[in-house]
């Protein structure tokens, strides 16, 4: 069974750095195939992709957040770390971490429960 | 970038009735990378359709995905009165970036 759970502070103030960690359990990032992406969604608001980070150590990022975004990963601990850069109100959200299709592409078929940021002085 | 354009934003219908929910791209989907994902309230998304037309692991049946290029459906032949949430479309055919639709809510009559 596959599980992901974020973890993170609730409350960041503005141009401070976030950085969110994913614990999954249920499959290995080192298996071909394999990825861990991060989405957010603001109060009341559509879904927004940040980033993937695929088995063999590929990274994507969103190129409007490009320059705030890094992904990692340590196999050896089951766990993914998203790092985004001079917070902002504006990124006041749910940050959710998922897991890939698989070889069927990137969407994503098991999801955390979310974890709820805010960003305020 | 691949814009994904939901419609309509709100669609009331009454259990047992047929939903069909619209997902326009700005641009073809290569592939037919389409996904579906239903959200209900406090919740994470839940998949329901990849490949535009496959079915997720658990879904019933009443739901189905179809279309290709830049014109897609998901269609709930009967609704269910779990099936009232918000449903999004979400392109990974053409990345970065993976975009999503800004969602369709489906709600009690």
């Known amino acids: 069974q596959i599980t992901l759970k974020e973890s993170g502070p609730t409350l960041v103030k503005p141009t401070q750095t976030l950085t969110l960690t994913c614990t999954f359990s249920g499959f290995s990032l080192s298996t071909s195939g394999v990825g861990v992406g991060w989405i957010r969604q603001p109060p009341g608001k559509a879904l927004e992709w940040l980033a993937l980070?695929?088995?063999?150590?590929?990274?994507r990022y969103s190129p409007s957040l490009n320059n705030r975004l890094t992904i990692t990963k340590d196999t050896s601990k089951n766990q993914v770390v998203l790092i985004m850069a001079n917070m902002d109100p504006v990124d006041t959200a749910t940050y959710y971490c998922?897991?890939?299709?698989?070889?069927?592409?990137?969407?994503?078929?098991?999801w955390g429960q979310g974890t709820t940021v805010t960003v305020s002085s | 970038e691949i814009v994904l354009t939901q419609s309509p934003g709100t669609l009331s219908l009454s259990p047992g009735e047929r939903a069909t929910l619209s997902c326009r791209a700005s641009q073809s989907i290569s592939s037919t990378y389409l996904a579906w994902y239903q959200q209900k309230p406090g919740q994470a998304p839940r998949l329901l359709i990849y490949g535009a037309s496959s079915r997720a692991t658990g879904v019933p049946d009443r739901f189905s995905g179809s279309g290709s290029g830049t014109d897609f459906t998901l269609t709930i032949s009967r609704l269910e009165p779990e099936d009232f949430a918000v449903y999004y479309c979400q392109q990974y055919g053409n990345s970065p970036p993976l975009t999503f639709g800004g969602g369709t809510k489906l709600e009690i009559k």
């Open positions: 998922a897991h890939r299709l698989g070889w069927f592409g990137d969407a994503f078929d098991i």
């Open positions: 980070i695929y088995w063999d150590d590929d990274k």
